[in-house]
C-alpha cells in the first residue's frame, strides 16, 4: 500500500474526497472549477482569500489525510494557510478567515502589501548588480 501522501483524491458529487488512480486524478484535476471551494476578495481590496481542495494530502504525519487548503494572498496576512480534512470545514474556515482578514484595519493590509513590493524590488535590483558585475 502506497503511503498516504502519495495518493490521490478527486471529490464526488456530493464534495466528498474519492481515492483514485492518477490519471483519473489528472484529467479531472485539469477542470479549475473542480478544485476551487471558495474564493473572496477583501472588502478593501487588497488581498484574496482562497480555498482549494488539492486533491493529495498534506499530513505528512498520523491522522485524517489534509486535503482542502485555505491560503491569503496580499496583505497583513499574505501566506497564511490552514488545511482541512473535509469539504464542510474548509467552506466553514474560509468563512472565519475571511472575516479575520477583514477585521484587519486598512491600512496594514496596504502597508504589508507596499513592503512586500520593496522587497520584491530591492531583491531583482540586488539580482541586477549582481549581474553587472559578472
Request: hydrophobic residues 45%; charged residues 25%; negative net charge.
Given at each position: ?69 485555505t491560503m ?20 466553514l474556515y ?28 530591492f531583491d ?11
Amino acid at each position: 500500500m502506497r503511503a498516504a501522501y502519495l495518493r490521490h483524491w478527486i471529490l464526488d458529487e456530493k464534495n466528498q474526497p474519492i481515492e483514485v488512480d492518477l490519471m483519473t486524478w489528472a484529467q479531472w484535476f485539469e477542470e479549475p472549477a473542480n478544485r476551487i471551494v471558495k474564493q473572496t476578495l477583501c472588502s478593501a481590496g487588497t488581498c484574496e482569500v482562497s480555498t482549494v481542495f488539492m486533491g493529495i494530502n498534506h499530513n505528512f504525519s498520523a491522522g485524517p489525510p489534509l486535503l482542502l487548503e485555505t491560503m491569503v494572498f496580499g496583505g497583513a496576512a499574505d501566506t497564511f494557510q490552514d488545511r482541512y480534512s473535509t469539504y464542510e470545514q474548509a467552506e466553514l474556515y474560509h468563512d472565519v478567515v475571511v472575516g479575520q482578514v477583514e477585521a484587519i484595519p486598512v491600512w496594514k493590509h496596504a502597508l504589508a502589501n507596499v513592503a512586500r513590493d520593496l522587497r520584491s524590488w530591492f531583491d531583482s535590483l540586488k539580482r541586477e548588480i549582481r549581474n553587472w558585475r559578472d
